[in-house]
C-alpha cells in the first residue's frame, strides 16, 4: 500500500527531512544512538523495535527506516507533560522500569520542557519554566495530560503550584498554544475514578476542559507503546491518526481485548475458570465466568502486554476490568462478574453499560455480549457433557 512510490512515503519522507533541520532541543549528552548504546541496546537492536513498533503502528515494512529516523528526531518537538487530579501511574510505568526499554529511553531523550515528576525545579521556578515553555514555544510543542480535572465550581479542588493555579486553568492556558493535545490515561480521557459516581469534585476529561481536538490515550496506566506509538505517529504525519469513537486511535483500540487474547482459544473450546485457585485457573482457562471485561474492552494489551512484554493482568490470571472505556467504575462494576449476566438491567438510552458513542455501537455491543454469553453458556454445556 505504501512504499517508495506512494505520495504519502514520499511525504513522510519530506516531514522527516524538515524536521532534521530544526535544532535539537534536548539537554543531554550524545544523540538518541548513543543513549542507546550506553543502555546495552545496539543498533540491531532498535532496528527490530523500530520494525515491532511500525507493525504496532498498521504501517506496512516499507515504514521501518522511517519509523527509527523518527525516533531518533523525537528530540526536537518540546513536551509539556501536566499532571492533574491522578496517581502519576502512567508516568511512573513508563519512566521507572528497572531495566528501560527503548520506549522508556525515547521518552526519556525528548524534549520535556516540563514534567512536574521528572523535573529538578520546583515552586516559582517551577511555574516559570512552565510560562515560558508555553511562550517561547507557543504553535510548536505537544501538550500531554495526565488525570483527571475538577470543573466548574469545584475545579479550586485541584490547585497547583506556588501561585495557586487550578488545574482546570493550567490545562486550559497550555493547551490554547499546543500543536497537538494528547490525553494520556483513562483518567484525562474520561475522568477515571476521580469522575467516579458521586464525582465530588466535579472532575472531567480534559476534551471537556478545552474546545481543541484532544487524541485521548487511555488505559491505566496505558501500555508504553501506545504513548510513544502515538508520539511518533505525530512525527511521522503531523496529522491525527484514524480515531474511534472515543477519540483513541484505532491503530491501538481497534480491536477488543478479547479479539487477541492468549486464552481465546479455551473460550472457543467452553474451558472457563469457575472459581479463583480451581483446576481451570491452573490450567490457564477463560476467565470470562469471573468478570473478564475483555469482550466489551478496545485496547492492545493482549497483543502487547506490559512491564517490557513480560506480562499483563489476564496472563497473570485476572480479568480485565475494561479501564480504558468510559466511566469503567461504575459500569464494569463488578469487577469478579460477567457483565452480560447483567445486560438486560443496564439502560440504553446513552447510560448502559455497554454504551458507546452512537446507537450503532450500542446496539453491536450488546448484540455482542448477549452473543458471548450465549455462547459461554453453550460451550460450557458441551465440555460437561464430554
Known amino acids: 500500500m505504501f512504499n517508495e512510490d506512494n505520495q504519502s512515503y514520499s511525504n513522510t519522507l519530506k516531514r522527516l527531512d524538515e524536521l532534521e533541520k530544526m535544532p535539537v532541543q534536548v539537554n543531554k549528552e550524545g544523540d538518541i544512538r548513543e543513549i542507546l548504546e550506553n543502555n546495552g541496546i545496539s543498533r540491531r537492536d532498535f532496528m527490530k523495535w523500530a520494525a515491532a513498533m511500525t507493525a504496532t503502528l498498521a504501517l506496512p515494512s516499507s515504514f521501518i527506516p522511517l519509523t527509527a529516523r523518527a525516533a531518533e528526531l523525537a528530540g526536537r518537538i518540546p513536551i509539556v507533560w501536566l499532571h492533574m487530579a491522578e496517581c502519576t501511574g502512567c508516568s511512573e510505568s513508563l519512566l521507572r522500569s528497572s531495566t528501560p526499554s527503548i520506549d522508556s529511553i525515547i521518552f526519556d531523550y525528548i524534549s520535556l520542557e516540563y ?88 472532575a472531567m476529561p480534559l476534551s471537556k476542559i478545552t474546545n481543541k481536538p484532544v487524541i485521548n490515550v487511555p488505559g491505566c496506566p496505558p501500555s508504553e507503546k501506545n504513548i510513544v506509538g502515538s ?137 455482542t455480549a448477549i452473543g458471548i454469553a450465549a455462547h459461554a453458556a453453550i460451550s460450557s454445556m458441551i465440555k460437561n457433557k464430554e
Open 231 to 367: 508520539l511518533l505517529h505525530f512525527i511521522l504525519f503531523k496529522t491525527l491518526p484514524a480515531l474511534d469513537a472515543y477519540n483513541r486511535p484505532t491503530w491501538a483500540y481497534g480491536l477488543r481485548i478479547h479479539d487477541l487474547c492468549e486464552r481465546r482459544g479455551h473460550f472457543d473450546a467452553g474451558e472457563f475458570v469457575q472459581h479463583f485457585g480451581d483446576e481451570g485457573a491452573q490450567n490457564g482457562y477463560c476467565l470470562y465466568k469471573v468478570g473478564c471485561k475483555g469482550p466489551y474492552t478496545f485496547n492492545n494489551c493482549s497483543r502487547l502486554g506490559f512491564n517490557d512484554h513480560t506480562s499483563w493482568p489476564v496472563k497473570a490470571g485476572h480479568g480485565c476490568i475494561g479501564c480504558s472505556e468510559p466511566n469503567f467504575w461504575d459500569t464494569m462494576r463488578p469487577f469478579e462478574e460477567p457483565l452480560a449476566n447483567r445486560l438486560y438491567s443496564t439502560k440504553f438510552d446513552g447510560l448502559g453499560a455497554d454504551k458507546t458513542a452512537d446507537t450503532i455501537g450500542v446496539v453491536l455491543l450488546s448484540a
Open 115 to 202: 514534567h512536574e515528576t521528572v523535573m529538578a525545579a520546583s515552586g516559582w521556578q517551577a511555574e516559570e519554566n512552565l510560562h515560558s515553555a508555553i511562550k517561547d514555544y507557543k504553535g510548536k510543542y505537544i501538550l500531554m495530560v495526565e488525570g483527571g480535572i475538577p470543573s466548574g465550581e469545584s475545579e479550586f479542588y485541584l490547585t497547583i503550584g506556588a501561585e495557586g493555579t487550578t488545574g482546570a486553568k493550567s490545562a486550559r492556558e497550555a493547551a490554547e498554544g499546543a500543536m497537538a493535545i494528547f490525553a494520556i490515561g483513562t483518567c484525562s480521557s474520561f475522568g477515571g475514578v476521580q469522575a467516579a459516581d458521586p464525582n465530588p469534585t466535579n
